[in-house]
């Protein structure tokens, strides 16, 4: 997002949240229930949303997206607290969480499957995970476009690759993909996985 973008995000992504992206955040983090870990959490766009947590573990690597967060942060009745750290090295011990949520972020971690392996760590067996994503999509024109578009769009965005085929990932990853809705032609997605293990 460039230096400058933290600061302007939210106005750039006000018009999207009116939209759809509000009613997305409001009707995934539902399913947010306990202790919650979140991945990513830029300005704290999803802090308003988190009804059913008792406490929310918030982590982003980006400090000037963490400092804008703060207001929401003071906002919200759910205890919130925020860790200037990635996601490939999570600093909680195994089995911590009953919940995960990560919303637009997948695009940006440099090593997603590390991450969510360190996500498959962290949370407990039975534990949800909550993610709204844009992914690489399926038509092959739009698919080629966004290939094209990638390499500006991930110097104006900050690390974001706009082609990520984040479904991939999560299909070989350690979790169990429980469902997945898709917006705007497979452009976005959300995916509601499982911690399957013992």
């Given at each position: 997002m460039g230096k400058g973008l933290p600061h302007?995000?939210?106005?750039v992504m006000k018009p999207l949240e009116q939209m759809k992206f509000k009613q997305i955040r409001k009707e995934l983090l539902n399913n947010a229930v306990g202790r919650v870990l979140e991945i990513g959490s830029g300005t704290g766009a999803n802090f308003p949303y988190y009804t059913n947590a008792m406490q929310v573990d918030a982590i982003e690597p980006n400090n000037q997206m963490l400092e804008q967060s703060l207001k929401r942060q003071w906002e919200t009745k759910t205890p919130i607290k925020t860790y200037l750290v990635q996601a490939e090295k999570l600093p909680f011990s195994d089995n911590t969480f009953d919940s995960v949520v990560?919303?637009?972020v997948?695009?940006?971690i440099p090593d997603p499957e590390k991450a969510l392996r360190e996500i498959h760590r962290v949370s407990k067996p039975g534990a949800e995970i909550l993610i709204f994503e844009h992914v690489k999509m399926?038509?092959?024109l739009l698919g080629k476009l966004q290939d094209i578009l990638t390499p500006l769009w991930k110097k104006i965005c900050d690390g974001c690759h706009l082609n990520r085929d984040t479904l991939t990932t999560l299909?070989?990853?350690p979790l169990a993909i429980m469902s997945i809705d898709s917006y705007y032609k497979g452009l976005l997605v959300t995916v509601k996985c499982v911690n399957n293990k013992q």
């Open positions: 302007y995000y939210d106005r990560a919303t637009l997948f695009c940006t399926r038509n092959s299909e070989r990853s």
